[in-house]
């Protein structure tokens, strides 16, 4: 038979071990709600089931001579040298940002070839290359 004293305790290390196993999946689930995926263009062209609402980065060159700015709006196009996709972009855009170099854009997809855009990311130096894209430059030499 048990004690009063051993119920006790084994009643607080199973409220111990219970309430420590809730906070553990708070903290699990709100991790996944807040992770961003990073996809190249190159994978969502293959994604046979992408889903449009989830918030993803998308990485690359921005293509050469494909760059349209109208005031606050920019539109470009990302490429990772094998597939293309058309971004779209309000808000203000970083010093570094220019045709021919890395990108990451952090949005949604609207389809598999036009992605809205909530953050340019080219906060790096002029010999930033995604890499993803450095790995099909390599693969291709």
């Not at 690359?60 to 971004?87: R, T």
């Not at 990311?121 to 894209?133: F, G, I, Q, R, T």
């Amino acid at each position: 038979m048990i004690s009063k004293k051993a119920k006790r305790r084994l009643l607080v290390l199973i409220l111990f071990l219970s309430l420590l196993i809730i906070a553990i999946i708070i903290v699990i689930n709100s991790l996944k709600k807040s992770i961003v995926y990073f996809i190249s263009p190159t994978e969502i062209v293959k994604s046979e089931n992408m889903d449009f609402n989830k918030k993803i980065r998308i990485g690359g060159m921005v293509k050469k001579k494909s760059i349209n700015a109208n005031g606050n709006s920019i539109d470009f196009i990302i490429s990772d040298l094998e597939n293309e996709i058309y971004v779209t972009y309000m808000g203000e855009i970083p010093n570094l940002f220019s045709e021919g170099k890395g990108v990451v854009a952090e949005g949604k997809l609207r389809d598999k070839n036009f992605f809205i855009a909530d953050k340019i990311l080219a906060k790096h130096d002029e010999n930033y290359m995604p890499p993803e894209v450095k790995n099909i430059i390599e693969k291709k030499n």
